[in-house]
């Protein structure tokens, strides 16, 4: 079992649309990373947090630290917004590990 | 100009072939990354490096080496190129006080 499972795998919205993505852990961590993979495959660090709950524009980033689980929401979603979104956790020695990503379509 | 640059952006070659993946940063960071990433899978860590002297072997070492020439620069090799080392390679620093991550472009490698 991966330490660090997101879902969906894949999701498509219409324009406008609320998105939810998950990332669920297995291990303590003292931070996580929500990251976002554009198609061109460059990577931008979205939010790094280690408790409680970060916006930035129309993404909100929350994490539960009881319950190991994070989710990044996008409001009023954008096809600009179609993109791999990648959770990474940092846990002993501050090495990352990362989900495999959730791949969003967002369509006009 | 990039903050995380990395050459070349593509490479093909054949098996046996030894390849280097140079990094260079701007961000006057100490610690640097080479990471890989493969269709479907999260990415995976091949070495670290904290500062100039300091070199760490990440969970998918095997294969490969590292060259940490200056603060600014970290190289990858493949010492012979295989098949499987064909994937996406990344190279990142990060802000050891804020922990946000820098990632250049990415190398795609392919091995023939």
């Known amino acids: 079992k991966n330490e660090v499972e997101q879902s969906p795998q894949n999701l498509t919205a219409q324009e406008g649309e609320f998105i939810t993505i998950n990332c669920s852990y297995s291990?303590?961590?003292?931070?996580l990373h929500w990251l976002q993979q554009h198609p061109g495959g460059g990577i931008v660090s979205l939010f790094m947090?280690?408790?409680g709950k970060k916006k930035h524009g129309r993404l909100i980033a929350t994490i539960n630290i009881q319950e190991k689980h994070s989710s990044l929401h996008i409001t009023a979603s954008h096809p600009r917004d179609s993109a791999v979104y990648i959770c990474a956790v940092k846990a002993a020695g501050n090495k990352l590990t990362f989900g495999g990503g959730t791949r969003v379509l967002v369509k006009p | 100009d990039a903050d995380v640059t990395q050459t070349p952006r593509n490479r093909i070659t054949k098996t046996g072939k030894r390849i280097m993946l140079e990094c260079s940063q701007t961000k006057g960071h100490d610690r640097m990354y080479w990471y890989r990433q493969d269709p479907g899978l999260g990415l995976r860590l091949i070495y670290y490096s904290f500062d100039v002297k300091d070199i760490n072997k990440g969970e998918i070492s095997d294969g490969y080496s590292v060259s940490r020439q200056a603060q600014a620069k970290f190289s990858l090799s493949l010492e012979s190129a295989i098949p499987n080392q064909t994937a996406l390679y990344f190279c990142?620093?990060?802000?050891?006080?804020?922990?946000?991550?820098?990632f250049g472009s990415g190398t795609q490698l392919s091995v023939l």
């Open positions: 947090l280690s408790s």
């Open positions: 291990v303590g961590i003292s931070a």
């Open positions: 990142a620093t990060s802000d050891p006080d804020q922990g946000k991550l820098f």
